[in-house]
């Protein structure tokens, strides 16, 4: 599976747009990019993933650019219960499991 | 709504001791996981399951070992605790399915003290 780079840590004002980004540059044609987030003592969950396309759903929206090296994940309204460890991993279907790298810190302040 | 429940949130053990973590899902599953987080070290694969008793060993697999003998239940065996496996244990499942292999749903966790 390809490996993912993120920024350490992002800041973001609550209200306001938060986008994550992400590089995957050795991402192969079948592999499609994960998000997940991960609030303080609890358990990752998930957000959304995408192989080509750009998506939507009610947490959030992935671009993926054309060449699909490299991922935005878009929080539209960030909130304060935004702020956690957000990581993009990049997984092919042949694998069964994700590995986590360190992900970036996101904090939200009003 | 999926679940994933894990039995013990808090743990304490003594050095030695055999520890058993159980993690239930309950949305038919295929695959089961189990990883460590510590700080500064993130979550680490332990071992998953795709199957019942079918295991394969994660990134570090040594001191630890699992039992799926039924779908829905994987467990985690530390065979003789040690205090350099004091961490966060989280249990994760998923379907196999194309495309949904990589949509994990977490339980808690159970933080485990090992004495």
């Known amino acids: 599976d390809a490996k993912t780079t993120q920024p350490t840590s992002m800041d973001c004002a609550e209200g306001r747009a938060a986008n994550l980004p992400c590089n995957h540059s050795?991402?192969?044609?079948?592999?499609?990019v994960y998000w997940y987030r991960q609030i303080h003592s609890q358990g990752p969950q998930y957000i959304i993933h995408?192989?080509?396309n750009n998506e939507t759903n009610e947490m959030a929206s992935l671009i993926i650019t054309e060449d699909r090296k490299s991922s935005t994940l878009i929080l539209p309204h960030a909130t304060l219960r935004d702020t956690a460890v957000y990581y993009c991993?990049?997984?092919?279907?042949?694998?069964?499991?994700?590995?986590f790298g360190k992900g970036t810190t996101l904090s939200v302040s009003s | 709504d999926v679940k994933v429940t894990q039995s013990s949130r808090y743990l304490v053990k003594r050095t030695g001791e055999k520890v058993f973590l159980e993690c239930v899902q309950d949305?038919?599953?295929?695959?089961m996981f189990w990883y460590r987080q510590d700080p500064g070290l993130g979550l680490r694969l332990i071992y998953f399951?795709?199957?019942?008793?079918?295991?394969e060993k994660g990134d570090i697999p040594e001191g630890y070992s699992v039992s799926r003998e039924k779908k829905e239940r994987f467990s985690l065996i530390l065979e003789s605790a040690s205090t350099n496996q004091t961490s966060m244990y989280l249990c994760?499942?998923?379907?196999?399915?194309?495309?949904?292999?990589?949509?994990?749903?977490f339980g808690e966790g159970s933080r485990l003290t090992v004495l």
């Open positions: 050795t991402i192969s044609g079948n592999e499609y």
């Open positions: 399951s795709y199957d019942v008793k079918m295991k």
């Open positions: 949305m038919d599953h295929e695959n």
């Open positions: 995408g192989l080509k």
């Open positions: 991993i990049v997984k092919n279907q042949a694998g069964t499991a994700l590995i």
């Open positions: 994760a499942s998923s379907f196999r399915g194309q495309a949904r292999t990589g949509e994990l749903f």
